[in-house]
Nanobody
């Protein structure tokens, strides 16, 4: 089992920044990637980005590319989501998740943290 705990959400004005953290514990020795997703009520969960554990390769959704940055501290099993130039449409519950294999499904999820961007 892998446990994920997110932190860092909150309320910010448009154009501002927030940094989310996700700490993994439990059976974390062999996961392939940690990712971020977001969800707005009534809509499907959306992929935001991910970072691979071994090499820190990062991938982003087009909607956040250039504004969001994912980094990871491998020694702490923690991944961060730095969000800059936030827009009201970035408002959502943000989730971190882990997938254990390349090409595999995200099988472990955090509880989510609310990010609200005001105009």
């Amino acid at each position: 089992q892998v446990q994920l705990v997110e932190s860092g959400g909150g309320l910010v004005q448009a154009g501002g920044s927030l940094r989310l953290s996700c700490a993994a514990s439990g059976r974390t020795f062999n996961y392939y990637a940690m990712g971020w997703f977001r969800q707005v009520p009534g809509k499907e969960r959306e992929f935001v980005g991910e970072a691979t554990r071994s090499f820190g390769n990062t991938y982003y959704a087009d909607s956040v590319k250039g504004r969001f940055t994912i980094s990871r501290d491998k020694s702490k099993n923690t991944v961060y989501l730095q969000m800059n130039s936030l827009k009201p449409e970035d408002t959502a519950v943000y989730y971190c998740a882990v997938r254990e294999l390349p090409g595999g499904q995200y099988g472990y999820w955090g509880q989510g943290t609310q990010v609200t961007v005001s105009t």
